[in-house]
């Protein structure tokens, strides 16, 4: 939450900015945690490439490349 709520190059930061978008930080729904950070990116890059999000602008994952070489 606090990369997409301070990172000024996160969709998530730029959405809310460039619409005006006031996102409720306290009524949203965390989808998985891991306890390293390769692993949340790499849990990141799956629910992207599961769901799709609108917001997403990343469209692959340099982890995952090793995994799909």
């Keep these: 939450m606090e990369e997409h709520l301070k990172d000024k190059e996160s969709a998530v930061f730029q959405h809310a900015k460039n619409l005006q978008h006031q ?5 949203i729904t965390i989808l998985d945690s ?5 692993k949340l990116l ?5 629910y992207i490439n ?16 090793v995994f799909v070489i």
């Excluded at 599961?50 to 490349?65: A, G, T, W």
Aim: a negative charge.
């Design 23 to 27: 996102i409720n930080w306290s009524d």
């Design 34 to 38: 891991a306890d390293t950070n390769q």
């Design 50 to 65: 599961k769901f799709e999000p609108d917001l997403n602008i990343q469209s692959e994952s340099r982890i995952l490349k």
């Design 42 to 46: 790499i849990k990141e890059q799956l």
